[in-house]
């Protein structure tokens, strides 16, 4: 089969973005990793689908693969492509839509400047998780929040803070983002006996109260130059550990986001700019 998609870029995170409000174009997990891939297939993070609104109230239904093939709850840099995308071709005249993901309802919408801003919804302190490590070790309580110790099986212990925004995130505070072993330790955190559904690692630089770089190992794709959700999660993690205020801009390899969090039950804002790449079609086998 030969079937349109959209390529499109969010900071550097970059997406195959297809169209299935029209029908169903019946991908297993082995047409996304093909998508993906960067020397057979398009590249890509992550594969970004339309779909029609599953409810009243809603108006499309957001479904994201990452690049192994594995369906996941959230994507954020993916929420301001989406957005962009649905307007761009004619799917909606909205400037601001809301979205279902598996991991509920998101509102992105388009400003006057062409950036995106999305509410990402509150964060969520609680994550499924075994409860004690191969050394035995319980999770440190500092009143709700956990800031968890993890021993990596590399002789390195770290201490990484853990939230979920849709999606689970293990944030660890580093003294310079550039030279954080994200290549070595990113691997051992995401897949980590602590986490039953695997994390994506991020490695966050404290450069001022309003100002972190950044750097994210995701779940089932690797190192990507931003991570949208990751930003979300290392600045509430930043805020509830008392080192930042409430909104702050996040320095990645592909750019800058801006993240607003009031803290307790507010929901955590996004800004950044979301892009098209270009537009193209590729042949899928029907059973690959
Ligand atoms: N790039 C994303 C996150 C994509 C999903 C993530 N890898 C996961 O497995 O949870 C973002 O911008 O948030």
């Known amino acids: 089969m030969q079937i349109p998609f959209t390529k499109m870029q969010g900071a550097g995170n970059d997406f195959v973005v297809l169209d299935e409000t029209r029908q169903r174009l019946g991908l297993v997990p082995a047409h996304y990793r093909m998508l993906a891939d960067r020397h057979f297939g398009v590249g890509a993070d992550q594969i970004l689908t339309v779909r029609p609104s599953p409810a009243p109230g809603v108006d499309f239904e957001y479904v994201i693969h990452n690049a192994d093939g594995g369906e996941v709850e959230q994507c954020g840099n993916g929420a301001r492509c989406f957005a962009r995308y649905v307007v761009d071709h004619g799917l909606t005249d909205k400037r601001a839509v809301r979205v279902q993901t598996l991991a509920g309802v998101i509102e992105p919408h388009i400003g006057d400047d062409g950036r995106v801003t999305v509410d990402m919804g509150a964060p969520v302190f ?46 660890q505070v580093v003294p310079d983002a550039q030279a954080a072993s994200v290549a070595q330790q990113g691997p051992l955190v995401e897949r980590h006996g602590r986490f039953p559904n695997r994390v994506n690692a991020g490695f966050m630089e404290v450069a001022a109260r309003g100002h972190i770089r950044l750097r994210v190992y995701e779940r089932g794709a690797g190192e990507t130059l931003a991570c949208g959700t990751g930003a979300c999660a290392a600045v509430v993690a930043g805020i509830r550990m008392g080192l930042l205020d409430a909104r702050v801009d996040v320095d990645t390899h592909g750019g800058r986001l801006t993240i607003a969090w009031a803290g307790a039950d507010a929901h955590v804002m996004m800004t950044g700019p979301a892009t098209t790449v270009f537009e193209g079609r590729i042949e899928l086998p029907d059973t690959p």
């Not at 499924?128 to 590399?154: K, N, S, Y």
């Not at 990484?160 to 999606?167: F, P, R």
Request: hydrophobic fraction near 50%; glycine fraction near 10%; charge should be negative.
């Open 126 to 171: 609680d994550l499924p998780r075994v409860p004690f490590d191969a050394q035995g070790i319980e999770p440190v309580a500092a009143g709700t929040w956990l800031q968890w110790p993890l021993a990596l099986g590399d002789g390195q212990s770290v201490l990484v803070a853990v939230l979920s925004m849709g999606n689970p995130h293990a944030v």
